[in-house]
T-cell receptor
Framework: NAGVMQNPRHLVRRRGQEARLRCSPM?????VYWYRQLPEEGLKFMVY????????ESGMPKERFSAEFPKEGPSILRIQQVVRGDSAAYFC?????????????FGQGTRLTVV | GQQLNQSPQSMFIQEGEDVSMNCTSS?????WLWYKQDPGEGPVLLIA?????ELTSNGRLTAQFGITRKDSFLNISASIPSDVGIYFC??????????????FGTGTRLQVTL
């Protein structure tokens, strides 16, 4: 029973390039959440998606960042024109329901380094 | 925005000692969660608390959801070397309607010496 799968585990991009981070939720989970973790800090909520819908993107930067969770395939977090400040670990979590008292499970993260 | 103050920031303890860490918030949370994160890995859920005053154990771990809904503590008894890692508290705010729009604390880094 595979957990939340994220790839790549490590991603290096030059300033100005695009970064695409992928997340496959646990089997049977239809709710996906993306978090960002800067070094020595806790995780910060970015966006909450269900299949084909963005439910809450209150934590997403207004520019350059976008997320999708298509009907088929993994959820994608896309960062355009990356800058050094985008370097961080990006974690995806999934849950079967988007309600209170529902536990979510995290993937191993993608560590993005912008050079 | 909401903030979680987690303390202590780091701890050095000897194997076999008990550990206590806590989290306080400026606002009320509906759910408190405690996670452990190993280097290069994602957070792993240790304990989930859903009711004010709730005391829950998971092996050597015990956590409590404060009565005021603004704080929680985690205790680890008889620590062992594999307890090393960063422990995060996380709270789900009231009325968010989502399972995991969580606010995370800044973490407690635990190091265990033999």
């Amino acid at each position: 029973n595979a957990g939340v799968m994220q790839n790549p585990r490590h991603l290096v991009r030059r300033r100005g390039q695009e970064a695409r981070l992928r997340c496959s939720p646990m089997k049977g989970h239809s709710h996906v959440y993306w978090y960002r973790q800067l070094p020595e800090e806790g995780l910060k909520f970015m966006v909450y998606l269900q299949k084909e819908n963005i439910i809450d993107e209150s934590g997403m930067p207004k520019e350059r960042f976008s997320a999708e969770f298509p009907k088929e395939g993994p959820s994608i977090l896309r960062i355009q024109q990356v800058v050094r400040g985008d370097s961080a670990a990006y974690f995806c979590a999934s849950s079967p329901l988007g309600q209170a008292n529902t536990e979510a499970f995290f993937g191993q993260g993608t560590r993005l380094t912008v050079v | 925005g909401q903030q979680l103050n987690q303390s202590p920031q780091s701890m050095f303890i000897q194997e076999g000692e008990d550990v206590s860490m806590n989290c306080t918030s400026s606002s009320i949370f509906n759910t408190w969660l405690w996670y452990k994160q190993d280097p290069g890995e994602g957070p792993v859920l240790l304990i989930a608390l859903y009711k004010a005053g709730e005391l829950t154990s998971n092996g050597r771990l015990t956590a409590q959801f404060g009565i005021t809904r603004k704080d929680s503590f985690l205790n680890i008894s008889a620590s062992i070397p594999s307890d090393v890692g960063i422990y995060f508290c996380a709270g789900q705010p009231l009325n968010t309607g989502t399972a995991s729009k969580l606010t995370f604390g800044t973490g407690t880094r635990l190091q265990v010496t033999l």
